[in-house]
Protein backbone atom coordinates (compact mmCIF):
# COMPACT_ATOMS: atom_id res chain seq x y z
CA UNK A 1 0.00 0.00 0.00
CA UNK A 2 2.79 2.85 1.22
CA UNK A 3 4.70 2.05 -2.13
CA UNK A 4 1.28 2.65 -3.96
CA UNK A 5 0.87 6.13 -2.36
CA UNK A 6 4.82 6.59 -3.07
CA UNK A 7 4.41 5.91 -6.73
CA UNK A 8 1.83 8.38 -7.05
CA UNK A 9 3.32 10.85 -5.39
CA UNK A 10 5.81 13.74 -6.80
CA UNK A 11 9.50 12.90 -6.75
CA UNK A 12 12.47 14.73 -5.84
CA UNK A 13 14.85 13.24 -9.14
CA UNK A 14 17.14 15.09 -7.93
CA UNK A 15 19.19 13.11 -6.11
CA UNK A 16 19.59 10.61 -10.00
CA UNK A 17 21.35 13.16 -11.03
CA UNK A 18 23.97 13.63 -8.19
CA UNK A 19 24.21 9.74 -8.12
CA UNK A 20 25.43 10.12 -11.63
CA UNK A 21 27.71 12.59 -11.43
CA UNK A 22 29.08 11.14 -7.98
CA UNK A 23 29.49 7.91 -10.29
CA UNK A 24 31.53 9.87 -12.43
CA UNK A 25 33.83 11.40 -9.88
CA UNK A 26 34.78 7.71 -8.78
CA UNK A 27 35.66 6.43 -12.28
CA UNK A 28 37.78 9.76 -12.57
CA UNK A 29 39.59 8.68 -9.33
CA UNK A 30 40.05 4.72 -10.37
CA UNK A 31 41.35 5.58 -13.96
CA UNK A 32 44.03 8.33 -11.63
CA UNK A 33 44.42 5.80 -9.84
CA UNK A 34 45.53 3.08 -12.16
CA UNK A 35 47.72 5.86 -13.71
CA UNK A 36 49.55 6.53 -10.72
CA UNK A 37 50.55 2.56 -10.16
CA UNK A 38 52.30 3.14 -14.04
CA UNK A 39 54.84 4.65 -11.66
CA UNK A 40 57.14 7.74 -12.98
CA UNK A 41 57.00 11.21 -12.70
CA UNK A 42 53.46 11.12 -13.02
CA UNK A 43 52.64 10.11 -10.00
CA UNK A 44 52.31 13.34 -7.56
CA UNK A 45 50.36 14.65 -10.35
CA UNK A 46 47.85 11.96 -9.70
CA UNK A 47 48.37 12.21 -6.26
CA UNK A 48 46.92 15.55 -6.44
CA UNK A 49 44.15 14.65 -8.86
CA UNK A 50 43.08 11.95 -6.51
CA UNK A 51 42.83 14.20 -3.74
CA UNK A 52 41.01 17.22 -6.09
CA UNK A 53 38.03 14.52 -7.05
CA UNK A 54 37.65 13.35 -3.29
CA UNK A 55 36.73 16.79 -2.47
CA UNK A 56 34.33 16.84 -5.33
CA UNK A 57 33.19 13.59 -3.81
CA UNK A 58 32.69 14.97 -0.65
CA UNK A 59 30.95 18.03 -2.05
CA UNK A 60 28.03 15.95 -3.87
CA UNK A 61 27.70 13.87 -0.81
CA UNK A 62 27.02 16.87 1.47
CA UNK A 63 24.14 17.69 -1.31
CA UNK A 64 22.52 14.20 -1.35
CA UNK A 65 22.71 14.32 1.99
CA UNK A 66 20.90 17.86 2.43
CA UNK A 67 18.91 16.71 -0.19
CA UNK A 68 17.38 13.78 1.97
CA UNK A 69 16.44 15.96 4.75
CA UNK A 70 14.82 18.64 2.65
CA UNK A 71 12.41 16.54 0.13
CA UNK A 72 9.18 15.32 1.08
CA UNK A 73 8.95 12.69 -1.25
CA UNK A 74 11.99 10.63 -1.93
CA UNK A 75 12.18 8.08 -4.92
CA UNK A 76 13.50 5.29 -2.52
CA UNK A 77 13.98 4.74 1.43
CA UNK A 78 15.91 7.56 2.63
CA UNK A 79 18.06 4.82 4.95
CA UNK A 80 18.87 3.39 1.33
CA UNK A 81 19.85 6.81 -0.59
CA UNK A 82 22.06 7.39 2.42
CA UNK A 83 23.82 4.21 2.73
CA UNK A 84 24.22 4.39 -1.41
CA UNK A 85 26.05 7.61 -1.31
CA UNK A 86 27.94 6.73 1.94
CA UNK A 87 29.09 3.54 0.52
CA UNK A 88 29.96 5.24 -3.17
CA UNK A 89 31.87 7.75 -1.23
CA UNK A 90 33.90 5.34 0.93
CA UNK A 91 35.36 4.02 -2.04
CA UNK A 92 36.62 7.19 -3.56
CA UNK A 93 38.15 7.87 0.58
CA UNK A 94 39.97 4.40 -0.12
CA UNK A 95 41.60 6.01 -2.75
CA UNK A 96 42.77 9.04 -1.39
CA UNK A 97 44.37 6.97 1.67
CA UNK A 98 46.11 4.92 -0.61
CA UNK A 99 47.69 8.20 -2.07
CA UNK A 100 48.56 9.29 1.64
CA UNK A 101 50.14 5.80 1.84
CA UNK A 102 52.02 6.28 -1.22
CA UNK A 103 53.28 10.14 -0.41
CA UNK A 104 54.39 9.57 2.71
CA UNK A 105 56.77 6.76 1.80
CA UNK A 106 57.56 8.60 -1.40
CA UNK A 107 56.74 5.56 -3.80
CA UNK A 108 57.95 5.95 -7.22
CA UNK A 109 57.10 2.62 -8.54
CA UNK A 110 54.81 -0.25 -8.24
CA UNK A 111 54.78 -4.18 -8.54
CA UNK A 112 52.70 -4.97 -12.03
CA UNK A 113 50.32 -6.84 -9.64
CA UNK A 114 49.86 -3.74 -7.75
CA UNK A 115 49.06 -2.56 -11.25
CA UNK A 116 46.61 -5.39 -12.64
CA UNK A 117 44.91 -4.41 -8.96
CA UNK A 118 44.58 -0.50 -10.59
CA UNK A 119 42.91 -2.15 -13.59
CA UNK A 120 40.41 -4.33 -11.79
CA UNK A 121 39.49 -0.87 -9.73
CA UNK A 122 38.28 0.86 -13.20
CA UNK A 123 36.43 -2.25 -13.90
CA UNK A 124 34.61 -1.59 -10.52
CA UNK A 125 34.28 1.89 -11.27
CA UNK A 126 32.56 1.46 -14.60
CA UNK A 127 30.25 -1.03 -13.41
CA UNK A 128 28.88 0.69 -10.93
CA UNK A 129 28.59 3.95 -13.07
CA UNK A 130 26.59 2.16 -15.40
CA UNK A 131 24.26 0.77 -12.81
CA UNK A 132 23.76 4.10 -10.96
CA UNK A 133 21.55 5.79 -13.49
CA UNK A 134 19.64 2.40 -14.11
CA UNK A 135 18.22 3.18 -10.46
CA UNK A 136 16.10 5.59 -11.62
CA UNK A 137 13.61 3.02 -13.23
CA UNK A 138 14.64 0.41 -10.98
CA UNK A 139 12.03 -2.32 -11.96
CA UNK A 140 12.80 -2.08 -15.81
CA UNK A 141 16.28 -2.41 -15.54
CA UNK A 142 16.23 -4.94 -12.39
CA UNK A 143 17.43 -7.50 -14.32
CA UNK A 144 20.61 -5.88 -15.55
CA UNK A 145 21.21 -4.41 -12.02
CA UNK A 146 21.72 -7.52 -10.56
CA UNK A 147 23.81 -8.85 -13.48
CA UNK A 148 26.39 -5.76 -12.76
CA UNK A 149 26.36 -6.52 -8.67
CA UNK A 150 26.98 -10.16 -9.71
CA UNK A 151 30.10 -8.71 -12.05
CA UNK A 152 31.37 -5.99 -9.33
CA UNK A 153 31.13 -9.29 -6.65
CA UNK A 154 33.27 -11.38 -9.31
CA UNK A 155 36.08 -8.42 -9.98
CA UNK A 156 36.21 -8.24 -6.13
CA UNK A 157 37.21 -11.91 -6.01
CA UNK A 158 39.65 -10.93 -8.45
CA UNK A 159 41.56 -8.36 -6.03
CA UNK A 160 41.29 -10.89 -3.64
CA UNK A 161 43.35 -12.81 -5.94
CA UNK A 162 45.96 -10.43 -6.89
CA UNK A 163 46.20 -9.23 -3.50
CA UNK A 164 47.53 -12.72 -1.99
CA UNK A 165 49.63 -13.24 -5.30
CA UNK A 166 51.14 -9.63 -4.50
CA UNK A 167 52.08 -10.38 -0.78
CA UNK A 168 53.56 -14.19 -1.68
CA UNK A 169 55.49 -12.22 -4.13
CA UNK A 170 56.88 -9.34 -2.13
CA UNK A 171 57.76 -12.26 0.71
CA UNK A 172 60.29 -13.84 -1.79
CA UNK A 173 61.52 -10.90 -2.16
CA UNK A 174 62.03 -8.79 0.03
CA UNK A 175 60.54 -10.74 3.35
CA UNK A 176 64.03 -11.94 4.52
CA UNK A 177 66.68 -8.88 2.70
CA UNK A 178 64.21 -5.67 3.29
CA UNK A 179 61.26 -5.71 5.73
CA UNK A 180 60.57 -2.09 5.19
CA UNK A 181 59.73 -2.66 1.76
CA UNK A 182 57.56 -5.49 2.40
CA UNK A 183 55.55 -3.86 4.97
CA UNK A 184 55.09 -0.70 2.31
CA UNK A 185 54.32 -2.91 -0.34
CA UNK A 186 52.17 -5.06 1.49
CA UNK A 187 50.28 -1.79 3.05
CA UNK A 188 49.68 -0.56 -0.26
CA UNK A 189 48.55 -3.85 -1.53
CA UNK A 190 45.96 -4.11 1.34
CA UNK A 191 44.41 -0.30 0.70
CA UNK A 192 44.36 -1.31 -3.53
CA UNK A 193 42.19 -4.55 -1.97
CA UNK A 194 39.75 -2.44 0.37
CA UNK A 195 38.66 0.06 -2.40
CA UNK A 196 37.51 -3.07 -4.89
CA UNK A 197 35.55 -4.02 -1.39
CA UNK A 198 34.03 -0.79 -1.00
CA UNK A 199 32.71 -0.95 -4.33
CA UNK A 200 31.59 -4.47 -3.70
CA UNK A 201 29.44 -2.61 -0.78
CA UNK A 202 28.05 -0.19 -3.36
CA UNK A 203 26.81 -3.69 -5.49
CA UNK A 204 25.32 -5.03 -2.01
CA UNK A 205 23.51 -1.30 -1.75
CA UNK A 206 22.00 -1.66 -5.16
CA UNK A 207 21.05 -4.71 -4.73
CA UNK A 208 19.16 -4.42 -1.52
CA UNK A 209 17.53 -1.41 -3.47
CA UNK A 210 16.39 -3.34 -6.21
CA UNK A 211 15.13 -5.92 -3.65
CA UNK A 212 12.83 -3.55 -1.83
CA UNK A 213 11.22 -1.86 -4.78
CA UNK A 214 10.81 -4.13 -7.38
Known sequence: MLGW??????????????FAAHSQVVVGG?????KLLAGGEAVERHCREIVELEHQADAITRDVLL????SFITPFDRGDIKDLIQSMDDAIDMMQKTVKTITLFEQKSFDPLMQEMGGVIVQAAHLVAEAIPLLDK???????LGAL???????????DELHDEGLKDL????????PMAYLIGSEIYGQLEKVVDRFEDVANEISGIVIENV
Open 5 to 18: FRALMPREDRFFDL
Open 30 to 34: AEALH
Open 67 to 70: AVRK
Open 138 to 144: VGTHATR
Open 149 to 159: AEEVMRVEGRA
Open 171 to 178: FRRHGQTN
